[in-house]
């Protein structure tokens, strides 16, 4: 039997020690806390307000369900998700309160204050009831988590009966040829941005990193239906840059 101290996981390209993953993740989104939002104009090249949508135009909110968006950050999942259903609650928790905070501080999060909650907490321990929401969405935070199948079997606990699981995340391109054009841009371009629009290359890079630890569309597929989701599948975004995973608690 291993000891639970003896257990390694990757952050970026290193290898670490699980229990310090959280704090090194959580010291990365400080960092960065003041950028979000322009940091993802960068990891994505403006695209993920499109992704964002595509997520919304498959999930498709109705009035009244509630939403739990786990590493919800600075509301954009939470804030498109109240519109589209009309009315209806959304909790936005995240590990790292200064992302709740940046986030409290958009428009949206004023006019829609009656409709939601920001928590800190952790993906792998959540703090809620089994059976409480209808809807739990992870958006470009799965990767960060030390342990995705844990943050999964969270997701279906606290998921009603007949609620939907969806994650949307950087991914693969199936083109090898593509994949290492989009590599060469990612490790060479990103971090470079980040240091002159945040004045931190070494929070890039590792987030350039920890897109390529993560595990491809069909393994993450696997590891969705290993959680207990029905009816699991994925579509490509932008060829692969991006993926979104679907599935439901039935």
Same mark, same amino acid.
């Given at each position: 039997?291993?000891?639970?101290?003896?257990?390694?996981?990757?952050?970026?390209?290193?290898?670490?020690?699980?229990?310090?993953?959280?704090? @090194?993740?959580?010291?990365?989104?400080?960092?960065? $806390?003041?950028?979000?939002?322009?940091?993802?104009?960068?990891?994505?090249?403006?695209?993920? &307000?499109?992704?964002?949508?595509?997520?919304?135009?498959?999930?498709?909110? &109705?009035?009244?369900? &509630?939403?739990?968006?786990?590493?919800?950050?600075?509301?954009?999942?939470?804030?498109?998700?109240?519109?589209?259903?009309?009315?209806?609650?959304?909790?936005?928790?995240?590990?790292?309160?200064?992302?709740?905070?940046?986030?409290?501080?958009?428009?949206?999060?004023?006019?829609?204050?009656?409709?939601?909650?920001?928590?800190?907490?952790? $993906?792998?321990? %959540?703090?809620?009831?089994?059976?409480?929401?209808?809807?739990?969405?992870?958006?470009?935070?799965? @990767?960060?988590?030390?342990?995705?199948?844990?943050?999964?079997?969270?997701?279906? &606990?606290?998921?009603?009966?007949?609620?939907?699981?969806?994650?949307?995340?950087?991914?693969? %391109?199936?083109?090898?040829?593509?994949?290492?054009?989009?590599?060469?841009? #990612?490790?060479?371009?990103?971090? @470079?941005?980040?240091?002159?629009?945040?004045?931190?290359?070494?929070?890039?890079?590792?987030?350039?990193?920890?897109?390529?630890?993560?595990?491809?569309?069909?393994?993450?597929?696997?590891?969705? @239906?290993?959680?207990?989701?029905?009816?699991?599948?994925?579509?490509?975004? #932008?060829?692969?840059?991006?993926?979104?995973?679907?599935?439901?608690?039935?």
């Amino acid at each position: 039997m291993v000891d639970q101290t003896d257990k390694t996981t990757h952050f970026g390209f290193q290898t670490v020690p699980e229990e310090e993953k959280a704090g @090194r993740v959580q010291g990365v989104f400080n960092s960065v $806390a003041s950028k979000y939002d322009i940091m993802n104009d960068v990891m994505s090249m403006g695209i993920h &307000r499109v992704w964002k949508d595509a997520m919304m135009d498959w999930l498709a909110p &109705r009035p009244g369900q &509630r939403l739990l968006d786990v590493a919800g950050g600075t509301g954009d999942i939470s804030f498109r998700f109240l519109k589209r259903a009309g009315h209806g609650h959304a909790t936005v928790l995240d590990l790292t309160e200064p992302m709740l905070v940046e986030g409290r501080k958009r428009a949206e999060a004023d006019q829609m204050a009656d409709s939601l909650d920001w928590v800190v907490g952790d $993906a792998m321990a %959540l703090p809620f009831a089994d059976n409480t929401f209808d809807v739990y969405t992870i958006s470009f935070g799965i @990767r960060n988590v030390t342990r995705p199948a844990d943050a999964l079997a969270e997701a279906y &606990r606290v998921l009603k009966p007949g609620g939907r699981l969806m994650v949307l995340e950087f991914s693969q %391109l199936p083109n090898p040829g593509m994949q290492k054009l989009y590599d060469l841009y #990612s490790f060479n371009v990103i971090p @470079r941005m980040g240091q002159v629009i945040a004045n931190d290359h070494d929070s890039y890079q590792y987030l350039v990193e920890s897109i390529r630890k993560f595990p491809d569309q069909e393994t993450f597929l696997a590891m969705i @239906r290993a959680a207990g989701f029905d009816n699991a599948k994925y579509r490509n975004l #932008s060829l692969g840059i991006a993926a979104l995973h679907s599935g439901w608690k039935l």
